[in-house]
């Protein structure tokens, strides 16, 4: 969903059923709403707790929540880099998050987690060195136990 090349896209174009595409857009507006409270939301409140003119200086500025949306219905683009996309619209060290900002942080988060994690790579390594020609005949309960005693 975050990737500028799919977005929403993608699901229609797999053949997604109309219910799992729903609930891919339910989840990412959680996790959306979800990352905006905790970077924009208590920020902002706390910083204008007593600024009496911050209605004045929100007049003509994107709502927070629109962000995710105007993004998802902007247009894909298939020649753009997601990583570069993501870097390119994130805040500047030191100033104020904007919601802009912080769709850039959750894209990038998204975008670069590992897709798997070391320790996982380690362990089925090591499982395949416990079969030798000398234990070719251990049960799959018995190479399951020395891999679970090795991770420990």
């Given at each position: 969903v975050l990737h500028p090349r799919y977005k929403m896209s993608y699901f229609t174009k797999a053949s997604w059923e109309m219910d799992?595409?729903?609930t891919a857009h339910r989840i990412i507006q959680e996790e959306w709403e979800t990352?905006?409270?905790f970077n924009c939301v208590v920020t902002e409140s706390l910083q204008a707790l007593n600024?009496?003119?911050k209605e004045l200086d929100q007049f003509g500025r994107t709502n927070?929540?629109?962000v995710l949306e105007a993004y998802l219905s902007s247009p894909t683009d298939a020649d753009t880099?997601?990583?570069k996309y993501w870097v390119s619209r994130v805040d500047k060290p030191g100033a104020k998050i904007t919601p802009q900002g912080a769709l850039a942080r959750m894209g990038l988060d998204f975008l670069t987690a590992p897709a798997t994690s070391t320790d996982v790579e380690r362990l089925f390594s090591h499982?395949?060195?416990q079969v030798s020609k000398h234990c070719h005949n251990l049960s799959f309960e018995t190479l399951r136990c020395l891999m679970v005693l090795r991770s420990w």
């Amino acid at each position: 969903v975050l990737h500028p090349r799919y977005k929403m896209s993608y699901f229609t174009k797999a053949s997604w059923e109309m219910d799992w595409i729903d609930t891919a857009h339910r989840i990412i507006q959680e996790e959306w709403e979800t990352l905006l409270f905790f970077n924009c939301v208590v920020t902002e409140s706390l910083q204008a707790l007593n600024d009496i003119f911050k209605e004045l200086d929100q007049f003509g500025r994107t709502n927070a929540e629109d962000v995710l949306e105007a993004y998802l219905s902007s247009p894909t683009d298939a020649d753009t880099d997601p990583i570069k996309y993501w870097v390119s619209r994130v805040d500047k060290p030191g100033a104020k998050i904007t919601p802009q900002g912080a769709l850039a942080r959750m894209g990038l988060d998204f975008l670069t987690a590992p897709a798997t994690s070391t320790d996982v790579e380690r362990l089925f390594s090591h499982g395949g060195g416990q079969v030798s020609k000398h234990c070719h005949n251990l049960s799959f309960e018995t190479l399951r136990c020395l891999m679970v005693l090795r991770s420990w």
